[in-house]
């Protein structure tokens, strides 16, 4: 038998190899395409399957599309979204412009299975036409926004637990150092004091903000453009496809889609994934400050600040024994980087757009699922492993607290900044306590000075003496 059949399609015959479910256009792309050497998301081919199981019916229930030819097609969808054939999607994530080379592979795979379905030959493409039935009342312009957005929200649910779970235990962290007071820091100097717990209590803060505008970004990835088909006319679709096609893809998803207000905004613009995708960005950023900051306090054990204790979740270095390194604040700085490069893509990609389509669809959502999968997958080790795990050195955090001569500041309402400035001066040439230096001098008694550099005067509660 030979390993090849010849397939046809609008430039002419073509050999495809015999077993394959993708057809001819899907062999001549391939031959283009071969750069970052990785498959297409899973979110995405289950997208755009959920499209073409839509348009079928769709099409069917408008009287364009025979029902066994629609039944056909929604089988092989089904096949798809249950992972069958998922191999013969091999069109990479960066491919022709608009994904119309993805959005070619996913129709002739679709009429390949459908037509294997119904006892025919793959390449039979007079019975099932990969454009002609396949592609019914739709173009890669309209389907690849609209499986943008799908993929994005379909992957949302894990993204949003990895950040809930650090959520969770950056706050379960500042109530358990909620005793353990600090020197804080301003320009990197020592200020004055808190608590572990209010540092932590300000990054689960930042995180949740940024979890917030994440999910505030996705309210419009709802609104999606199909039914504009070319350039957001509706051109080539039967009357009523607009609205048919929205109610099945929503009752397929189970996802609450809606039609863009405007369909040629639909296709000209990439606004609403650009929000989303500087949303992820934001977060990266308060990321980066928190692993930034937990990696200086646990700098050490010896020479550095040492204010926390991290765990071991491997040996730090292959040739100082025993040392230990904030290996996965680390990694989760690359991440963050890479995340915020990508944003930077997708604005670029986003800006380029000409007239009635942005063509760049295909990287921008390469690279936002690409940040989405890296948190996903790593903010769960990061809160497991390191987060959890963190402990308080106490006796170095209140050791720095009492011998940092900015707490001088306490003073200024008893004895004047000018004088205060004099202390601190010379509590750092003599190495002393400023308690010490303020009783000796005579600039306010042993009872009152003790009320001043409370606990809780010290902490922003105020006591009078």
């Known amino acids: 038998m030979s390993t090849f059949r ?35 998301h899973p979110d995405l081919i289950r997208a755009y399957a959920m499209i073409k199981k839509c348009a079928a019916l769709s099409n069917c229930e408008l009287g364009t599309l025979p029902i066994q030819i629609s039944n056909a097609i929604e089988k092989a969808c089904d096949k798809l979204l249950s992972g069958e054939f998922l191999d013969q999607i091999i069109i990479e994530p960066i491919n022709s412009g608009a994904g119309t080379a993805f959005n070619m592979n996913i129709n002739e795979v679709i009429a390949n299975i459908a037509l294997v379905m119904i006892g025919e030959e793959k390449g039979n493409y007079e019975i099932i036409n990969p454009n002609d039935h396949v592609n019914m009342s739709q173009s890669s312009n309209d389907t690849f926004p609209t499986a943008m957005h799908l993929a994005i929200l379909l992957g949302l649910k894990n993204f949003l637990q990895a950040i809930e779970g650090l959520i969770k235990s950056l706050k379960d962290k500042s109530v358990e150092f909620r005793d353990a007071m600090k020197i804080g820091r ?101 990321l980066i400050k928190l692993a930034n900051d937990l990696r200086l306090m646990a700098s050490g054990p010896t020479a550095g600040l040492a204010e926390i204790v991290i765990p071991a979740v491997h040996a ?34 986003s800006q380029a757009g000409q007239f009635e389509l942005n063509v760049m669809l295909p990287g921008m959502l390469k690279w936002i699922l690409e940040s989405m999968d890296m948190l996903t997958n790593f903010l769960p080790v990061f809160t497991a492993n390191f987060l959890s795990g963190i402990q308080a050195n106490v006796d170095k955090l209140s050791g720095y607290v ?28 003599t190495n002393r306590n400023v308690r010490d230096i303020v009783v000796e001098e005579g600039l306010m008694n042993a009872d009152d000075v003790e009320k001043v550099f409370s606990r809780s005067n010290l902490m922003g509660k105020t006591e009078k003496v």
Do not use: W
């Not at 010849?6 to 792309?29: C, M, N, Q």
């Not at 080539?236 to 040629?264: A, C, F, K, W």
């Open 6 to 40: 010849i397939d046809k399609d609008s430039l002419g015959e073509l050999k495809v190899p015999y077993d394959a479910y993708y057809g001819p256009f899907t062999v001549r792309a391939s031959n283009q395409y071969s750069i970052t050497g990785q498959r297409s």
């Open 186 to 286: 301003t320009h990197l100097m020592d200020a004055l004091p808190i608590t572990l717990g209010d540092e932590f209590s300000g990054y689960h803060y930042s995180i949740e903000i940024a979890r917030q505008k994440i999910v505030q970004a996705t309210e419009n990835l709802y609104a999606v453009a199909l039914g504009g088909t070319a350039v957001g006319s509706g051109a080539n679709s039967p009357p009523g496809y607009r609205e048919v096609s929205i109610r099945h893809l929503r009752d397929i998803s189970q996802l609450n889609i809606t039609s863009s207000e405007n369909l040629y905004f639909a296709l000209q613009s990439r606004f609403d994934v650009t929000c989303y995708s500087s949303s992820i960005r934001n977060l990266a950023v308060e």
């Open 316 to 349: 730090g270095s292959s040739i100082m024994p025993g040392k230990i390194n904030p290996s996965l604040a680390e990694c989760l700085n690359m991440i963050c980087f890479n995340v915020i490069g990508n944003d930077v893509a997708v604005a670029m990609a």
């Open 402 to 429: 009492y011998r940092s001569p900015v707490l001088v500041t306490v003073l200024n309402p008893y004895i004047g900044y000018v004088k205060a400035s004099e202390i601190y001066k010379k509590a750092l040439e």
